[in-house]
């Protein structure tokens, strides 16, 4: 049973790209959560979706940053005209339960590195 | 505003030494809180999930409890590959998100 995959892993753009990052969650979840963090802190929440729903994007930055998750294929996080304060890790997790009442099972995470 | 406090930051253990993380938390009504390893380039794993003041969850050298308002990683008898960043994170009710702390480092020396 494959856990949740993420990829690429490590993703280097130049300022004004774009950056695109992919999440296929465990086989049989259908909630999907994205997070982001920096060196040496938590990981903070962007957005909770379930299959082709935003449910809750409240982290989310306004401009630049759009979410999807497909009926199908993975879900997608999509980061246009980087800036070097985007350099990050960024987490997926998923969820089989509505709210994600049980615990989240994490991907390894993808390395945005801005240059 | 809810929001989570791990203490300490760091904590450097002699193999055999045991010790307590603390997570503090704040929330509007507790839905669940969590504990997670996190090794360095990796993503978190989840241990344990406690739903209620009062209970308590055990795997190998750890165990969790949680009161009110705060939650405990004890660690008992560390080993070496217990080394690693310990995150706590809850989830309130009538929301979907969850907060996490920023995490306490743990270093056990042989």
């Known amino acids: 049973n494959a856990g949740v995959m993420q990829n690429p892993r490590h993703l280097v753009r130049r300022r004004g790209q774009e950056a695109r990052l992919r999440c296929s969650p465990m086989k049989g979840h259908s909630h999907v959560y994205w997070y982001r963090q920096l060196p040496e802190e938590g990981l903070k929440f962007m957005v909770y979706?379930?299959?082709?729903?935003?449910?809750?994007e409240s982290g989310m930055p306004k401009e630049r940053f759009s979410a999807e998750f497909p009926k199908e294929g993975p879900s997608i996080l999509r980061i246009q005209q980087v800036v070097r304060g985007d350099s990050a890790a960024y987490f997926c997790a998923s969820s089989p339960l509505p709210g994600g009442g049980n615990e989240q099972f994490f991907g390894p995470g993808t390395r945005l590195t801005v240059l | 505003e809810d929001q989570v406090t791990q203490s300490p930051e760091a904590l450097r253990l002699q193999e055999g030494e045991s010790s307590s993380l603390n997570c503090s938390y704040t929330v509007s009504g507790l839905r669940g809180l969590f504990w997670y390893r996190q090794d360095p380039g990796k993503g978190p794993e989840f241990l344990f999930t406690?739903?209620?003041a009062g209970e308590e969850k055990e795997k190998e050298r750890l165990k969790a409890t949680l009161t009110k308002k705060e939650s405990f990683l004890h660690i008992t008898a560390p080993k070496p590959e217990d080394s690693a960043t310990y995150l706590c994170a809850v989830q309130a009710y009538n929301f979907n998100k969850f907060y996490f702390g920023s995490g306490t480092k743990l270093n056990v020396k042989p």
């Open positions: 406690l739903y209620s």
């Open positions: 979706l379930q299959k082709e729903n935003i449910i809750d």
